[in-house]
């Protein structure tokens, strides 16, 4: 799923990007690792959904305050959303 996803994100492609968040959304409850915190909110990014994106990496970031990867893509999330 992740490198169908990334492949996605960097042809700037949006057809995968909505079954990617189909299936992670349910996933990331019972699975809450740092990467699928990052790999959805740029999935969010990739369909325009900018307030879920803040929101995922939000959670991520308070889960896992100390995780360089969530931090810096929760920079770019914020850049995106402004």
């Keep these: 799923m992740r490198t ?3 492949r996605e994100v960097k ?3 949006t057809d ?3 079954r990617f968040i189909e299936w992670a959304e349910p996933f ?3 699975t809450p690792v740092p990467q699928l915190h990052i790999d959805l909110a740029q999935a969010y990014l990739v ?3 900018i307030h ?3 929101k995922i990496i939000n959670a991520g970031a308070a889960i896992y305050p ?3 990867n969530i931090l810096k893509v929760r920079e770019h ?3 995106a959303a402004n």
């Design 66 to 68: 100390t995780d360089n």
């Design 77 to 79: 999330v914020y850049k």
């Design 28 to 30: 990331i409850e019972y």
């Design 47 to 49: 369909t325009g959904q």
């Design 11 to 13: 042809t700037k492609g």
């Design 16 to 18: 995968f990007a909505p």
């Design 52 to 54: 879920k994106a803040i």
């Design 4 to 6: 169908v996803l990334m």
